[in-house]
């Protein structure tokens, strides 16, 4: 009688968390034949579904870290069963206890950065807004257009500086006044409440939705989907309305108006495009990148076997961007093999954690001189 007793907690717990939704499986087992590290390794999101419903989950293994958040489960789910936020939900759990598995250990040291720094790579605040130095970008002010919010990953890491400068440098030639926050800026805070660390996540939005309102922030683009997400269908939680908008839809919007005239300079390349899993399945956002590569004179569009709907994750999401993942076990991997096969030359997407996720398998992939990863922006910046 004890022992059930004690699967009883385990399991208000679980709903407490928000995880009350485990209750609704069938186990119809469709979640397992969409995810995709069953086509790496071996993973049951039904059989956690089905210990948590019993308050059987063990916390302190490696599966309840696996999630990449990507949303196919919840895409095939006929009974709502919400996987995702309910995954988190057992991620909340074992960050109360403290209980991190080796794979996931980094995680410790990212939230120190994100607490001290607002971001995760323990860089310095102050220098948050240095790649815009000699770019035209200003210091954001309530009378322009739009804040530009370039994220972490663009503000300091080497390889995706060159996309935040693209951006600048495209805002620029279409006449539009915009600005950063520099060293204001604070993560998001979307892949840090994916690995369970709710508290660390509301002081993040906390100070950012702050810093917004004492700017006068109205409309704000972001480069990550990530950031997209969260600020567009999280933020609202603290009773909090901006208008976002994607770089892909804000390109699209530019060119629409005939604010942003692409020349007719040839980018005579065979590109194939990867949806995100944030911009895409959690935000249905497919056409407008497409409609923007397909304006470039001389491109031409290739797709993968998984896109849109189907696009395969890069394994970036959930915070998994932190975890260590073994060569032979990585997504991105296998979307550089579909990029191969689908004849391109070039791999475009819109989300730092894909590129930074598909450089790295690049470094090792056979056809590594064959195949280059870009931002849309990147692309865009050549043809105007």
């Not at 040839?266 to 990867?274: D, G, L, W």
């Not at 399945?281 to 189907?310: F, Q």
């Not at 993942?325 to 191969?340: C, H, M, W, Y």
């Amino acid at each position: 009688m004890e022992k059930i007793s004690d699967y009883k907690e385990i399991i208000e717990i679980i709903k407490e968390k928000g995880g009350d939704s485990f209750k609704y499986c069938y186990q119809c087992g469709k979640c397992d034949a969409v995810c995709p590290w069953n086509i790496q390794s071996r993973f049951s999101m039904r059989k956690l579904v089905r210990e948590a419903t019993f308050g059987m989950t063990e916390i302190e293994g490696e599966d309840i870290w696996k999630c990449t958040t990507c949303g196919k489960c919840s895409q095939a789910c006929p009974r709502d069963v919400k996987q995702v936020e309910s995954g988190i939900a057992l991620r909340r759990i074992a960050t109360e206890y403290g209980i991190y598995p080796p794979s996931v250990n980094p995680i410790r040291a990212i939230r120190s950065g994100l607490s001290g720094e607002g971001n995760p790579f323990f860089e310095d605040r102050m220098k948050r807004g240095d790649w815009a130095e000699g770019h035209g970008v200003k210091a954001f002010t309530k009378e322009m257009e739009i804040l530009y919010y370039p994220g972490c990953y663009l503000s300091y890491d080497p390889r995706l500086k060159k996309v935040a400068i693209a951006t600048a440098n495209i805002l620029n030639k279409a006449g539009v006044k915009f600005g950063i926050l520099g060293s204001k800026e604070n993560c998001c805070g979307e892949s840090i409440r994916k690995t369970g660390d709710e508290e660390l996540y509301v002081q993040l939005a906390k100070e950012n939705i702050k810093t917004f309102i004492d700017n006068g922030v109205k409309r704000i683009l972001v480069s990550s989907p990530h950031c997209y997400h969260t600020f567009k269908n999280e933020y609202p939680e603290f009773m909090v309305h901006f208008e976002v908008v994607h770089i892909a839809q804000y390109i699209s919007e530019l060119i629409n108006n005939g604010r942003l005239k692409l020349t007719n300079t040839e980018f005579a390349k065979k590109v194939t495009y990867h949806d995100p899993c944030y911009l895409g399945r959690h935000n249905g956002i497919y056409d407008e990148p497409r409609n923007i590569l397909n304006k470039i004179a001389g491109l031409e569009l290739k797709e993968m076997a998984d896109y849109r709907e189907d696009s395969l994750c890069c394994g970036g999401g959930g915070g998994r961007i932190w975890m260590d993942t073994p060569k032979g076990e990585r997504f991105s991997d296998i979307r550089l093999d579909q990029a191969v096969e689908a004849g391109a030359e070039v791999l475009a997407t819109s989300c730092p954690y894909c590129i930074a996720n598909f450089e790295d398998s690049l470094l090792s992939h056979k056809h590594r001189d064959d195949l280059v990863i870009k931002d849309i922006t990147e692309i865009i910046q050549e043809a105007i």
